[in-house]
């Protein structure tokens, strides 16, 4: 079945510094979603991306789609305190109507 | 607040014990999702349904079982409860099924403790 793995499962930063986390897919997406979930909540939505090669910014987060469509980034740039917790992707793939969520990178900045 | 409610919040019951969770989705969103998530773990979907019927279904126990009602509220029934079942249990809802590629809203989660 698919599998959606992301890269690292912890990231310790000190406040200020840079923040990546990596999503790969082993099958071709039809569209991939980010979702952000602080410590004790939910997940929240943040961005789908639909295009290959497509990138979109909010602020200092930088969303990426890989031109083939089988992997995704989510780059934080000069993190916060307030960028803590666990993020998501979630990868649709064109074979089945299930969003597969990814183990999640949980992300801890020091300030 | 994200407009998905779910109760109970917090569940503590002993095994094999039958819980209901309950959830309501956001005012005009028609599919419900139901995910598990385990202490440190990712999510891991259950099932969905949309408008009243089930729409897909992911790595659900056959212990388990779920529905949506016409006024589009959904339960999920855990049944022949065990310690491993212990977990966050989420509900979420979108406008439309996945397919149409709508972002889910996630309620507050039942936190389930099974003893």
């Known amino acids: 079945g698919q599998q959606v793995m992301q890269i690292p499962q912890y990231q310790h930063v000190q406040e200020g510094e840079d923040f990546t986390t990596y999503c790969n897919s082993s099958?071709?997406?039809?569209?991939i979603q980010w979702y952000k979930q602080r410590p004790g909540g939910h997940p929240v939505f943040l961005i789908q991306?639909?295009?290959?090669?497509e990138v979109k910014k909010q602020k200092r987060l930088t969303f990426q789609f890989g031109e083939a469509k089988k992997n995704s980034s989510l780059h934080i740039t000069a993190t916060q305190t307030t960028d803590v917790g666990t993020y998501f992707c979630?990868?649709?793939?064109?074979?089945?109507?299930?969003?597969?969520f990814g183990t999640g990178t949980r992300l801890q900045v020091f300030p | 607040d994200s407009g998905v409610t779910q109760t109970p919040k917090h569940l503590i019951t002993a095994t094999g014990q039958r819980v209901t969770l309950r959830c309501s989705p956001r005012?005009?969103?028609?599919?419900v999702y139901w995910y598990q998530q385990s202490l440190d773990q990712g999510l891991q979907f259950l099932i969905q349904?949309?408008?009243?019927?089930?729409?897909a279904k992911g790595n659900i126990l056959e212990r388990f079982s779920a529905q949506q009602f016409p006024d589009l509220h959904s339960e999920l029934n855990l049944s022949s409860l065990e310690l491993g079942d212990s977990a966050l249990y989420f509900c979420?809802?979108?406008?439309?099924?996945?397919?149409?590629?709508?972002?889910?809203?996630f309620g507050p989660g039942t936190r389930l403790t099974v003893t």
């Open positions: 979420a809802s979108s406008v439309a099924p996945q397919r149409d590629t709508y972002e889910q809203y």
């Open positions: 099958t071709t997406l039809s569209n």
């Open positions: 991306l639909v295009k290959s090669g």
């Open positions: 979630a990868a649709l793939s064109y074979n089945t109507d299930k969003l597969i």
């Open positions: 005012s005009g969103d028609l599919s």
């Open positions: 349904y949309y408008n009243g019927e089930e729409r």
